[in-house]
């Protein structure tokens, strides 16, 4: 068979080969994230996507997870220029994001095991991934209110001296995380109180403030302002530009601070 013809017999091959359905962000998140990359895996070898350059297996996944999955990936994962032109580095940093399974159950771990040990000595410890207990418990959050179970883990952990300030490998605190995933006014609020610095920032530069404007959840700003908290950056006029007409702008012109 000829170049020509092999090229003409994989598009056809690929036009009758239906794509995977996109991931589905309700329900069992861990089943669903199975069932999608399975799928992609199955339609890149049936379709000879797998054969192709690195930066097109990548676009093309991007191009299928569907749109609460891209809003994900661009906003929730830490992936160098070079991983993000990589399909298997974009399914295996998502899988970790999806089936954080691994982090609940250390977190689990050693809240029994920090009641054995006064003076905050295992409740900073950090598991294999560098996150303390305080940042796996807070990283695991899935974007609904938090219930009373992790709330009271939350506290037993602040309450036995865990540092609300730790960051792990991307600079990211817990006070991030919960702001980032929607975890609740609640959850910020009991962070806040407890030392969480919301000027702190990640290795990207951006702040929870950035992360809380970003995910657009009302009650959770709420509070960071009544705690007074201060954010300079332009994702935050942007958003007060959306929000408050020219008193906005003018605050984006001048470059000034804005109350959060």
């Not at 589905?24 to 797998?50: K, P």
């Not at 809003?71 to 974009?90: G, P, V």
């Not at 598991?127 to 796996?136: C, F, H, K, R, V």
């Not at 962070?191 to 702190?200: F, I, K, N, R, W």
């Amino acid at each position: 068979m000829t170049e020509g013809k092999e090229i003409s017999y994989s598009i056809a091959m690929a036009a009758n080969i239906p794509p995977p359905n996109p991931m589905v962000l309700t329900g069992d998140w861990n089943t669903n994230w199975d069932n999608f990359r399975d799928e992609f895996e199955d339609y890149a070898l049936a379709t000879g996507l797998h054969e192709k350059p690195n930066e097109v297996q990548a676009a093309t996944l991007r191009s299928l997870m569907g749109s609460e999955c891209r809003h994900i990936y661009r906003h929730n994962l830490t992936l160098t220029a070079r991983l993000q032109c990589d399909a298997k580095a974009i399914l295996d940093a998502l899988e970790n994001y999806f089936k954080p399974a691994r982090n609940v159950i250390y977190e689990r771990f050693v809240f029994g095991s920090c009641k054995q040990e006064e003076g905050g000595a295992q409740v900073n410890e950090r598991n294999p991934g560098g996150e303390t207990p305080l940042l796996a418990l807070c990283k695991a959050l899935r974007r609904e209110p938090t219930g009373p179970g992790t709330l009271k883990l939350l506290r037993y952990l602040l309450d036995n001296q865990a540092d609300p300030n730790a960051q792990d490998r991307s600079g990211r605190t817990a006070l991030m995380y919960s702001c980032m995933e929607r975890a609740g006014a609640q959850l910020a609020s009991t962070l806040l109180s407890a030392g969480s610095d919301p000027s702190m920032a990640d290795y990207s530069g951006a702040s929870a403030m950035v992360y809380t404007i970003n995910a657009q959840h009302q009650p959770t700003l709420q509070v960071s302002r009544e705690e007074g908290c201060v954010c300079v950056d332009v994702f935050n006029f942007t958003w007060w530009d959306q929000n408050r007409g020219d008193e906005g702008e003018e605050e984006r012109r001048s470059g000034s601070e804005t109350l959060c």
